[in-house]
């Protein structure tokens, strides 16, 4: 759905700290709604890919909380991630679509443009941590990661992020080149900007993660493998070294 300037003017929704944007359709089904999750509008800076989807199921979770059943989803603006065309819907890129016309077939329709401070029970994912954060400015309404909580959060992500054919024969290919027949190990280590977000505010040393890494390598069924993911070069290259290229995909 694209808002004009005069659909921002004449139709905004403001209350206790969040901020929407409403349309009726005229000739539609009365008491009809939708939303539209289109968090590009807001999160206009500079998000990573993974936290525009946070930041996505968020905005779901927010429809959710408003009684809004019927949600589509557009991607547009997330930086290296969408299109620079804003009349392309990038999600479908990745995605399967979700509802998508469902904001032309629905007598009002619904789309939250600032969904943070919303005067609705709803638990984010956004700045959820596996330590308590709530001391660090920016995170204080940040939830710890349970058990409990990443079942919540795959439940969301197993009913509206369903990864399209493209990238389904794509993750096949590799697996089946790199990590098909191994044991393996993921490692994720975020090694640039993650610092901002710590109590300590510095990051665990390079050596610190290749020792967890081998500890827990060895408790796993041979033939084994790593499968590491990282935003920073120094860190793959320091897992290359210390395992070998053969075990470090």
Known sequence: MLLTAEDLKNALVKSDGFLAATRKNRGKTTGSAACVVDPGIAECGNTGFAAFLLFTLDHILFCRALGIDRTTVFWRACNSGCSRDLRINSWDWYFQPVNHGSEREVENVFCILRPDGAPVDVRTTIDNSFKNRTSIKGFELGGIITKQERLRVNNLIHQYVKPNSRIKEKVEMFYQQYLAGFTVLG???????????????????????????????????????????????????KFVTSFGKEKVS
């Open 187 to 237: 490692v994720h280590v975020r090694g640039t900007d993650h610092w901002m977000e710590t109590s300590e505010k510095r990051l665990p040393s390079l050596l610190s993660w290749v020792k967890k890494a081998q500890s827990i390598l060895e408790t796993l069924p041979q033939p084994r493998k790593i499968f590491i993911a990282s935003d920073n070069n120094e860190v793959i290259k």
